[in-house]
T-cell receptor, first 112, second 112 residues
């Protein structure tokens, strides 16, 4: 599992509140990713990072921002949560030159 | 627009049956195709395919890629109830960032 943890694992919040999800890895992988998973959509990339302070948008980035101030931590922020952001969020890491992405355990977010 | 499509979306079989899951893709600058298994938690890596016509095999699971026709299949022989899961296909385009485009997934249920 490449030593990936996500926090919190579950969160219920209200529309309009800010939410930050944290991904922490212990393997010193260069690349980190945030995905959301919804029924019928598989996994969709929100944002990714290719190094400290280097981030870029994925296919569903609207309403989300990210930050990576240290190699091991990648934060996903919902500035003002909406019900459409209710989802399961997965963090993943990738070793440059490696085959696979390694996934964290996921965070289930419910926005009421 | 890059796209990965899996079929069928769901499948119910009995133990001992053989199943074939399909994944077709349209991406610019194809780099690799990956298969993951997801059992109510984080996806776990099965195979990565980069070359056409070379079968990857692990126990009862095997997969092959056809780069001319832009598809891959995942075969599972002698299915067991433990094979019940969502199977995800993902494609990496040649951007050297490891970004993956996922299909919707195929939900496989194996009945005893």
């Amino acid at each position: 599992d490449a030593g990936i943890t996500q926090s919190p694992r579950h969160k219920v919040t209200e529309t309009g509140t800010p939410v930050t999800l944290r991904c922490h890895q212990t393997e010193n992988h260069r690349y980190m990713y945030w995905y959301r998973q919804d029924p019928g959509h598989g996994l969709r990339l929100i944002h990714y990072s290719y190094g400290v302070k280097d981030t870029d948008k994925g296919e569903v980035s609207d309403g989300y921002s990210v930050s990576r101030s240290k190699t091991e931590d990648f934060l996903l922020t919902l500035e003002s949560a909406t019900s459409s952001q209710t989802s399961v969020y997965f963090c993943a890491t990738h070793l440059q030159g490696g085959d696979e992405q390694f996934f964290g355990p996921g965070t289930r977010l419910t926005v009421l | 627009e890059d796209k990965v499509v899996q079929s069928p979306l769901s499948l119910v079989v009995h133990e001992g049956d053989t199943v074939t899951l399909n994944c077709s893709y349209e991406v610019t600058n194809f780099r690799s195709l990956l298969w993951y298994k997801q059992e109510k938690k984080a996806p776990t890596f099965l195979f990565m395919l980069t070359s056409s016509g070379i079968e990857k095999k692990s126990g009862r699971l095997s997969s092959i890629l056809d780069k001319k026709e832009l598809f891959s299949i995942l075969n599972i022989t002698a299915t067991q109830t433990g094979d019940s899961a969502v199977y995800l296909c993902a494609v990496e385009a040649s951007s050297n960032t490891g970004k993956l485009i996922f299909g919707q997934g195929t939900t496989l249920q194996v009945k005893p």
